[in-house]
């Protein structure tokens, strides 16, 4: 295939859901941004880490879109195959080794588009998925929740929603071995999309739910069970303020049934257009949201990487802004590290051939949100991370699709790094693994708080915007 025809297909792959406002009053919390480098990184490379990358896929277009290890050592991936299974888009299982090689895969779909971001293995070794179908339910998209086996056979599913559009963003197993689910609905709540959150026992049977939101649009993306047996959720809302309408960082804490003990909002004046990605992480003392943003005035290639930090009651600690000028730089995956930092996985077109192409973007901060190290990692094409996790060895497994190698246009892309973000590579797989030896400055006065809600689920650059309530 030529430059000029995978340009093509890639363009028509992008689907733009329009936009959706939301009009709250809420306080500002003013921050200030501060200069951000790098440490030089060692060449020395840990000993006893697997590296390697990995393709996955057929002719057609295939995306990674959550990985997590699994108690076996090997790894659990879930995203959307157009080469297999029975309509336009499906459900994607792949069970991988703990040296990259397949296991086994299952497709989960009928005719119609069905998605899935979100994968964990359960309690019985067998595996959660939560997404939405437009094959099954009654609505024209309806959240999705598939249990299966430790083999990847189906066990139930179970759809929740109405008339109108709903989605599942994120599930999580609860200590009472049912589930947690968030999302946002259309069909039920205040008005628009609303946030939505519901509770289900170990077979997939409803026990309760609750909308967040109100006359505008709002969405959750991320669900993590708090230590007083509540909730913390994490997403977006959108201030109906004009001309700009800008868009926030929404955070909620619930009780253990669901009912919203307060709820804070965050938004840059310099970046007021933030997207929040990945699950909210929870660390000693408060929480983890990563995501992107685009800067007031500029076009939709000059977006660059967040991190936030908040403690318990959602007060803003600090935030720090990653990324380089005139271009397109983009946070989906966050998690924890053991030595109190975290991990960013993503994507940028800083080093790509043009603007429409990208590399997978790694991002090492310490406990303070200071860079330790950022890793390039790509061809010639669009490569992009949707999702990352340290592994028990203390490296890191990156997941999500590259149009650079593999069979097909897009392909599922799994990459294990070692505890500097470097991987063993041959002839046949030499790719990008740039060390970056400088950083931009972070934006300064930012200030964050109106309430906005946008959501993007990166789907071959699908993006669903909604809002919070």
Same mark, same amino acid.
């Given at each position: 295939?030529?430059?000029?025809e995978?340009k093509?297909?890639?363009?028509?792959m992008?689907?733009?859901?329009?936009?959706?406002?939301?009009?709250?009053?809420?306080?500002?919390?003013?921050?200030?941004?501060?200069?951000?480098?790098?440490?030089?990184?060692?060449?020395?490379?840990?000993?006893?880490?697997?590296?390697?990358?990995?393709?996955?896929?057929?002719?057609?277009?295939?995306?990674?879109?959550?990985?997590?290890?699994?108690?076996?050592?090997?790894?659990?991936t879930?995203?959307?195959?157009?080469?297999?299974?029975?309509?336009?888009?499906? +459900?994607?299982?792949?069970?991988?080794? =703990?040296?990259g090689n397949?296991?086994?895969?299952?497709?989960?779909?009928?005719?119609?588009?069905?998605?899935?971001?979100?994968?964990?293995?359960?309690?019985?070794?067998?595996?959660? *998925?939560?997404g939405?179908?437009?094959?099954?339910?009654?609505?024209w998209?309806?959240?999705?929740l598939?249990?299966?086996?430790?083999n990847?056979?189906?066990?139930?599913?179970k759809?929740?929603?109405? +008339?109108?559009?709903d989605?599942?963003?994120? +599930?999580?197993?609860?200590?009472?071995?049912?589930?947690?689910?968030?999302?946002?609905?259309?069909?039920?709540?205040?008005?628009?999309?609303?946030?939505?959150?519901? =509770?289900?026992?170990?077979?997939?049977?409803?026990l309760?739910?609750?909308t967040?939101?109100?006359?505008?649009?709002?969405?959750?993306?991320?669900?993590d069970?708090?230590?007083d047996?509540?909730?913390?959720?994490?997403?977006?809302?959108?201030?109906?303020?004009?001309?700009?309408?800008?868009?926030a +960082?929404?955070?909620?804490?619930?009780?253990?049934?669901?009912?919203?003990?307060?709820n804070?909002?965050?938004?840059?004046?310099?970046?007021?257009?933030?997207?929040?990605?990945?699950?909210?992480?929870?660390?000693?003392?408060?929480?983890?949201?990563?995501?992107?943003?685009?800067?007031?005035?500029s076009?939709?290639?000059?977006?660059?990487?967040?991190?936030?930090?908040?403690?318990?009651n959602?007060?803003?600690?600090?935030?720090?802004?990653?990324?380089?000028?005139?271009?397109y730089? *983009?946070?989906?995956?966050?998690?924890?590290?053991?030595?109190?930092?975290?991990?960013?996985a993503?994507g940028t077109?800083?080093?790509? *051939?043009?603007?429409?192409?990208?590399?997978?973007?790694?991002?090492?901060?310490?406990?303070?949100?200071?860079?330790?190290?950022?890793?390039?990692?790509?061809?010639?094409y669009?490569?992009?991370?949707?999702?990352?996790?340290?592994?028990?060895?203390?490296?890191?497994?990156?997941?999500?699709?590259?149009?650079s190698?593999?069979?097909?246009?897009?392909?599922?892309w799994?990459?294990?790094?070692?505890?500097?973000?470097?991987?063993?590579?041959?002839?046949?797989?030499?790719?990008?693994?740039?060390?970056?030896?400088?950083?931009?400055?972070?934006?300064?006065?930012?200030?964050?708080?109106?309430?906005?809600? *946008?959501?993007?689920?990166?789907?071959l650059?699908?993006?669903?915007?909604?809002?919070?309530?």
């Open positions: 295939m030529s430059d000029g995978k093509m297909k890639k363009e028509a992008v689907i733009t859901i329009v936009s959706i406002f939301l009009l709250i009053s809420i306080a500002v919390s003013p921050i200030m941004g501060e200069k951000v480098l790098l440490n030089q990184d060692s060449l020395i490379l840990p000993i006893g880490q697997e590296t390697w990358a990995k393709t996955y896929g057929g002719a057609q277009d295939d995306v990674g879109i959550d990985v997590k290890q699994t108690r076996d050592g090997g790894y659990i879930v995203g959307i195959t157009y080469s297999y299974g029975h309509g336009k888009k499906d +459900v994607w299982l792949l069970k991988i080794d =703990k040296d397949e296991t086994w895969n299952k497709t989960f779909g009928g005719e119609e588009d069905d998605w899935s971001g979100c994968v964990q293995q359960t309690n019985d070794g067998g595996y959660i *998925i939560a939405f179908t437009e094959s099954y339910g009654a609505g998209a309806d959240c999705w598939i249990k299966t086996d430790a990847g056979n189906e066990l139930w599913n759809t929740f929603g109405g +008339v109108g559009d989605y599942f963003y994120l +599930v999580k197993q609860t200590s009472d071995n049912g589930y947690i689910a968030a999302g946002f609905t259309k069909s039920f709540g205040s008005g628009g999309f609303d946030g939505w959150l519901i =509770k289900t026992d170990d077979q997939g049977n409803e309760w739910n609750r967040f939101g109100g006359m505008g649009d709002e969405m959750l993306k991320s669900v069970k708090t230590p047996g509540g909730y913390i959720l994490s997403g977006e809302t959108t201030l109906l303020v004009p001309p700009e309408y800008p868009q +960082v929404w955070l909620i804490k619930t009780d253990s049934n669901g009912i919203e003990e307060w804070k909002t965050y938004l840059d004046t310099e970046f007021p257009f933030l997207r929040v990605e990945g699950e909210i992480q929870q660390i000693s003392d408060g929480y983890l949201i990563a995501g992107y943003g685009r800067q007031y005035g076009d939709t290639e000059d977006i660059d990487v967040f991190l936030l930090k908040t403690d318990f959602g007060e803003m600690q600090w935030n720090k802004i990653f990324g380089w000028a005139n271009s730089d *983009i946070g989906w995956g966050i998690h924890k590290t053991t030595d109190g930092g975290c991990i960013i993503g077109n800083k080093y790509s *051939i043009d603007t429409w192409n990208r590399n997978v973007w790694l991002i090492k901060t310490n406990k303070y949100g200071g860079t330790q190290w950022t890793r390039i990692i790509g061809g010639s669009d490569d992009y991370a949707l999702s990352v996790q340290q592994t028990n060895d203390g490296g890191y497994i990156v997941g999500g699709a590259t149009m190698y593999g069979n097909g246009i897009y392909d599922v799994l990459v294990k790094t070692n505890s500097r973000g470097r991987y063993s590579y041959n002839s046949q797989d030499l790719l990008i693994n740039h060390q970056i030896n400088s950083m931009p400055q972070n934006q300064q006065n930012n200030k964050l708080g109106y309430q906005q809600n *946008i959501q993007y689920l990166q789907d650059a699908m993006g669903y915007q909604m809002t919070n309530r």
